[in-house]
Every structure is written in structure tokens, then in C-alpha cells.
């Protein structure tokens, strides 16, 4: 399908066994297609198919979507390995990097260690000012609309520092719009980061966790989620 090409586009949403149809009440181009997608992909339990009209009326394509909205949401519970979401890793120095990590599978030796399937910086031993980087994939949302995520700092001591960035239009990383440091936390704690784009911008969220040396410890983070609406917390 060339990218130029304009069709009319509507989503066939099934909710608990009720079938309702929406249709897009414009021509869009592809990329617009893909964001309607984002503003109408319901609940966890509501399936999503799309079907493409050409401007006879013909249909070109009918499909379901349910795949799209994983991969194309930007949200991650890492029950699969983090590359299904699109997320990467970029490498740290000295083996300071981000571990996926699934205790239900193979228990930690270390009791601070939380349970379940997240992603991991083992802290301990490293100089300080060592960098590690969890890459969202690129996103477009349109407006206001919110980054939602869990994370977990363990340890005697704070086990360093989380910063979050928001990288726009591939431009540069600029300065951390959220951080954490210092603490150690109980449990897992909830976070929340608005986020305000308008298209055609695109942007891309990224986790830095930070060494401070002496310092040991756990940075984890979970449970992303990218929500179609303004931070409520």
C-alpha cells in the first residue's frame, strides 16, 4: 500500500461478545489510520478489527488488529521478552546494562530482588556516573496522554538513580523530565509522566538508571503502559 495513499478506514470493536462497528468519518492517510487505532483500542477485553476502504468504495484490506495495539501502544508487561514490545537495550560500561528478569522461573538468590518478570539493573560494584538505557519504540500520540509505569529501588542504600527522558523528533536526550534517587523503596511504587505531543511529532520514552559507587543494589522497572488520556494521579 503506497504510504501517500488515502483510503476511508473504520474498526469493527468486540467487547464481552457484543460487536460494535465505528467508522472513521474522514479519508486519512496510513499514519493517520495507525493513530486512530490508538484512540479506539478499548479495553484489555475488547478485540479490534480494521477494514480499508479504497475512494470507490472497494475494501482493500480487513484484519484484526489486536497485534498492532501490542506492539504499537509502547506498553510492556514483560511477560515476553522485551523485544515483542519493541523495546531495546542499549549497552552499558563495564556490564552495567538492563536484564530482563522472571523469578517465577528462576528464583533470585537475593531476597530484595522483587517477584515476577521486569526488567533489572544489578547496581552493585560499579564506579559511579555508569549509565544503562531502556529504549521505548518511537510513538506517536496525539494531545495530552499519559506514561504509566511501576518501579522498585532496593538495597541497603538508595541503589542510585532512575531517570526518565523523553527524546523528540529523534532530536537530543536533553535533560530527565522525571527522576528518582536516594531511596529505597517498599515494594513497587507507581508512577505517572504526561506526556503533550501534537502530530506530526514523534517521540520516544527512555529509562536511564544510574550507578552511585558503594551503593548496591536493585533499579527495576514494570508494567508500562501507554493511556490514551491526561495523568489522573
Not at 99 to 126: C, I, R
Not at 163 to 187: A, C, D, F
Not at 219 to 233: G, K, W
Request: charged share 15%; with cysteine.
Amino acid at each position: 500500500m503506497p504510504e501517500n495513499s488515502w483510503f476511508q478506514a473504520g474498526l469493527y470493536q468486540t467487547t464481552r461478545g457484543h460487536r460494535l462497528m465505528r467508522t472513521i468519518p474522514t479519508l486519512l492517510q496510513l499514519d493517520h489510520i495507525v493513530n486512530a487505532i490508538y484512540h479506539w483500542r478499548g479495553s484489555a477485553e475488547s478485540r479490534l478489527t480494521m477494514w480499508l476502504r479504497d475512494v470507490n468504495g472497494k475494501i482493500i484490506r480487513d484484519f484484526d488488529t489486536s497485534v498492532w495495539h501490542f506492539r504499537t501502544s509502547g506498553g510492556c508487561t514483560f511477560e515476553e521478552h522485551y523485544s515483542s514490545c519493541g523495546y531495546s537495550v542499549a549497552l552499558g560500561t563495564n556490564g552495567f546494562t538492563w536484564e530482563q528478569v522472571n523469578t517465577w522461573e528462576k528464583p533470585p538468590m537475593d531476597a530484595t530482588v522483587p517477584t515476577g518478570s521486569f526488567m533489572l539493573v544489578n547496581s552493585s560494584g560499579f564506579a559511579s556516573g555508569q549509565k544503562a538505557h531502556l529504549l521505548l519504540p518511537v510513538l506517536k500520540e496525539n494531545d495530552t496522554h499519559c506514561i504509566d509505569f511501576h518501579y522498585h529501588m532496593s538495597g541497603r542504600t538508595s541503589p542510585g538513580a532512575l531517570n526518565v527522558y523523553v527524546k523528540v523528533n529523534g532530536g537530543p536526550q536533553g535533560n530527565p523530565v522525571w527522576n528518582v534517587s536516594g531511596v529505597v523503596t517498599e515494594g513497587w511504587v507507581r508512577a505517572e509522566l504526561a506526556i503533550s505531543t501534537f502530530w506530526p511529532n514523534f517521540y520516544q520514552i527512555i529509562f536511564e538508571a544510574v550507578s552511585v559507587k558503594d551503593h548496591s543494589g536493585y533499579i527495576a522497572v514494570d508494567e508500562v503502559r501507554v493511556l490514551a488520556h491526561p495523568c489522573r494521579m
